[in-house]
């Protein structure tokens, strides 16, 4: 058994590298000493101090972001020679030592390579992981399964494989539900006019109304103000598929400065002239770059010390419960038309991978319970998330040192933190608690499995993850007692298409209150390292 505090080691992990002289400086209990070791998966460090062992850290090197150099030959002072980590899970990490012994060279550049094998045309650990769990979770999620659970095939809406060697869209899944008279001519013709060929495909039917979601990326308008007959026509037929269709909304998630400054990049929104039965709506989100700033000053605000004075007024300014609050607004907008006005809603931004992803998913999740189960949750990350094209490798940056990136962005953890905003509403409508969200963001940044990995469907085909490394949903399902929610109220499973006759839709719909005055910071994310912040929960330190 391991000693507590002694570092376990993974199937196929193995330390790669040792410094016994090392301290730890804890911004909260200050200097400790201890010994720091480096595996191919991971930061080890344990204290020689029985009575520190709490500040034991183990930090998947997949969570580093940045590692730099403190101190040099010159400086003098206690402590102020050695290495700080920058992470991406919302802290830095800071390890002094001797200048005598030159374990900093060694240790510092076995961090680099490890950390970031991409940049060093070295594997990412979890092609050499492997470990059996009882359920393989690269099944948990099955195109057709899914779609024929959403009860497609049926006379509206009819399964294409034109996409099968994802040579039309090379960011979409090979599998998509079409209009049932939108032929496969008509398709490659709206690809050319939809950015990156992302045309608008099913996201979600309803089960009575078979009013639908449907999600794309931004019509090629330009600024000369091209037309589509056949991006107009299929936009038609995406109408016409619902019986009740007599308009169709097109929710645009930008703001429509945004929208209109895209049009010199050749892209644009539609027209209402041109689209005669659509209304156009801007949801007003912010785009990557946005997001990026405002969550670096959250991180700024959190860590390490907390300013009770000024706490309000910093989470004010850094905007993040704003655009929490947007983005929830938009999906209940979304809701609304799907729910209540049995119309159908096309979905799209600029490129249709990042607030298009967290619109339909959350919009998804807010309207079918079965994405509120455990396996449902898997399935609709999944879904909208991984086999759309969400660029995870690109807005993570897994495996690379660039950290400065101006594709890095946190939109899949902003949208995990719009899901905690529906659980903290609604707490017994999910099946599962925050901590597996908690989780899921965990191993977003520690490539220990292959879920996350790639920016593309296609890609992961050609890399065969599914064959080569680990699916997230394999440990999690070995284990998801510890993520169950004992509140949860609702059925088991909603294996049918719609929940059994006890519970009728208004029951199993959530409209979340989107208002400044009832969302919350996650702190138990945001300030996970903080003590002062939560309470000592050793549940949130490891996952
Ligand atoms: C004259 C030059 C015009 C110009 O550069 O347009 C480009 C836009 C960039 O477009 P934006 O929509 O503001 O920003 C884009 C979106 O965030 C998109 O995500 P999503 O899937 O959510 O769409 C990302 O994939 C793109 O990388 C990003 O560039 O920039 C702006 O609109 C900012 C100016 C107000």
Aim: with cysteine; glycine share 6%.
């Amino acid at each position: 058994p391991h000693v507590l505090g002694d570092i376990q080691l993974l199937d196929s992990e193995k330390v790669m590298s040792v410094a016994r002289e090392v301290t730890y400086l804890c911004p909260f209990s200050g200097p400790i000493r201890g010994i720091l070791k480096v595996t191919n998966y991971q930061l080890h460090f344990r204290p020689l101090d029985a009575a520190a062992l709490q500040c034991t850290l183990s930090v998947p090197l997949g969570v580093v972001s940045r590692i730099e150099k403190v101190g040099g030959a010159s400086s003098k002072g206690e402590n102020s020679y050695g290495i700080e980590l920058f992470c991406k899970d919302m802290r830095n990490l800071r390890f002094a030592h001797k200048q005598e012994n030159h374990s900093r060279r060694g240790i510092f550049e076995k961090l680099q390579q490890l950390a970031f094998p991409l940049s060093h045309k070295l594997p990412m650990f979890a092609f050499s992981y492997s470990e059996h769990f009882p359920e393989d979770g690269w099944h948990v999620y099955e195109p057709i399964a899914e779609l024929k659970r959403m009860g497609v095939n049926n006379d509206m809406w009819r399964i294409t494989r034109i996409n099968d060697k994802y040579e039309v869209c090379d960011s979409y899944p090979s599998v998509w539900a079409v209009p049932a008279g939108a032929n496969d001519d008509l398709l490659r013709s709206v690809a050319a006019f939809r950015s990156r060929g992302r045309i608008p495909v099913l996201a979600w039917i309803h089960p009575s109304s078979q009013a639908t979601i449907t999600r794309c990326s931004q019509p090629l308008v330009g600024v000369s103000g091209k037309r589509s007959r056949e991006d107009e026509r299929y936009i038609q037929q995406i109408m016409e598929a619902n019986a009740q269709g007599h308009k169709l909304f097109i929710m645009d998630a930008r703001p429509s400065a945004n929208a209109i400054a895209n049009k010199a990049k050749g892209g644009g929104y539609e027209s209402e002239d041109a689209y005669q039965n659509a209304e156009l709506v801007f949801l007003d989100i912010h785009n990557i770059h946005v997001m990026r700033e405002s969550l670096r000053k959250l991180k700024e605000l959190c860590f390490p010390q907390i300013d009770q004075a000024r706490w309000f007024s910093g989470i004010e300014a850094t905007c993040w419960l704003k655009h929490i609050k947007c983005i929830l607004a938009g999906a209940v907008r979304i809701v609304d038309k799907v729910e209540n006005h049995k119309t159908s809603v096309l979905v799209h931004c600029s490129d249709g991978w990042d607030r298009t992803a967290q619109l339909t998913a959350l919009a998804m999740l807010m309207l079918d319970p079965y994405y509120r189960t455990l396996r449902g949750f898997e399935v609709l990350i999944e879904k909208e998330w991984l086999s759309f094209g969400h660029k995870f490798q690109l807005r993570i940056g897994h495996g690379d040192e660039r950290h400065s990136d101006a594709d890095r962005s946190p939109v899949f953890v902003q949208w995990v933190d719009c899901v905690w905003q529906l659980q903290q509403q609604f707490p017994t409508a999910f099946e599962f608690t925050e901590r597996l969200l908690i989780t899921i963001v965990d191993h977003l940044y520690s490539c220990r499995f292959g879920t996350f990995l790639f920016n593309t469907e296609r890609e992961r085909v050609k890399e065969e993850v599914k064959t080569k490394t680990v699916s997230l949903w394999s440990y999690i399902n070995s284990r998801q007692d510890l993520y169950l929610n004992p509140l949860y109220w609702g059925p088991s499973s909603f294996g049918s298409n719609s929940p059994p006759s006890p519970y009728s839709r208004p029951q199993v719909v959530l409209v979340p209150v989107a208002s400044l005055r009832v969302i919350k910071l996650w702190k138990a994310l945001y300030c996970r390292w903080n003590p002062t912040m939560r309470q000592q929960d050793p549940i949130y330190q490891r996952t």
